[in-house]
Nanobody, 124 residues
Framework: QVQLVESGGGSVQAGGSLRLSCTVY????????MGWFRQAPGKEREGVAT????????YFADSVKGRFTISQDNAKNTVYLQMNSLKAEDTAMYYC?????????????????WGQGTQVTVSS
């Protein structure tokens, strides 16, 4: 059984920063990729960033490049998403996911595990 627990969401004004955390509990030996996805009301879910936990290779959506960074603490089975220069359009529910592989375009396999989500609201 694998469980992902996210934290760090909240409300911030445009230009501000937030850091999201995602900790994986349980059997993690088949997890090599972790990532963050987001879904705004009325929109499809989109990939934000992923990281290959074995080597640190990262992927970022064009919309967040230069503003967001993703990092990991393998000792804590935790991945972080540092979000700077936040914009109103970053407002969404953010979900952490973990899976066997990182896709080249930020996708994870259908067998990936998902967290419950944490809300990020950016006011302009």
């Amino acid at each position: 059984q694998v469980q992902l627990v996210e934290s760090g969401g909240g409300s911030v004004q445009a230009g501000g920063s937030l850091r999201l955390s995602c900790t994986v509990y349980g059997y993690t030996y088949n997890i090599n990729c972790m990532g963050w996805f987001r879904q705004a009301p009325g929109k499809e879910r989109e990939g934000v960033a992923t990281i290959y936990t074995g080597g640190g290779t990262t992927y970022f959506a064009d919309s967040v490049k230069g503003r967001f960074t993703i990092s990991q603490d393998n000792a804590k089975n935790t991945v972080y998403l540092q979000m700077n220069s936040l914009k109103a359009e970053d407002t969404a529910m953010y979900y952490c996911a973990a899976g066997l592989l990182c896709g080249s375009a930020g996708e994870l396999p259908s067998s990936a595990y998902w967290g419950q989500g944490t809300q990020v609201t950016v006011s302009s």
